[in-house]
């Protein structure tokens, strides 16, 4: 199984960015999907999550009103679209894919069981 982070880069404040993680290897019918970020020194945290039968989302307060998550089944793909960003965003963004969803599970690390590499997003002020 993997994950394939892709669509980081430099962009200035009040720009925008799309993020995909294709997945191969199998599919997470009845998981979700989530973008976590991390910057040095702090933790791991939930940017948006998304089921992948149903699609119900959840995202983070850092990213309500911002930031829209979407998945591509077909492509067995997911989205981030990161609009109005600011410097407090730049961060290296990882997607993860949980096999099993339960409730309370959205914002939980460990409910993950794969992780791409991370690509790192940079907001410039």
């Known amino acids: 199984v993997q994950l394939q982070a892709s669509g980081g880069g430099l962009v200035q404040a009040g720009g925008s960015l799309r993020l995909s993680c294709a997945a191969s290897g199998r599919t997470f019918s009845g998981g979700a999907m989530g973008w976590f970020r991390q910057t040095p020194g702090k933790e791991r945290e939930v940017v948006a999550a998304i089921k992948w039968t149903g699609g119900s989302t959840y995202y983070a307060d850092s990213g309500k009103g911002r930031f829209i998550i979407s998945r591509d089944n077909a492509k067995n793909t997911m989205y981030l679209q990161m609009n109005s960003l600011k410097p407090e965003d730049t961060a290296v963004y990882y997607c993860?894919?949980?096999?099993?969803?339960?409730?309370?599970?959205?914002?939980?690390?460990?409910?993950?069981?794969?992780w791409g590499q991370g690509t790192l997003v940079t907001v410039s002020s």
């Open positions: 993860a894919a949980q096999t099993r969803w339960y409730r309370g599970s959205y914002d939980s690390l460990g409910s993950y069981d794969y």
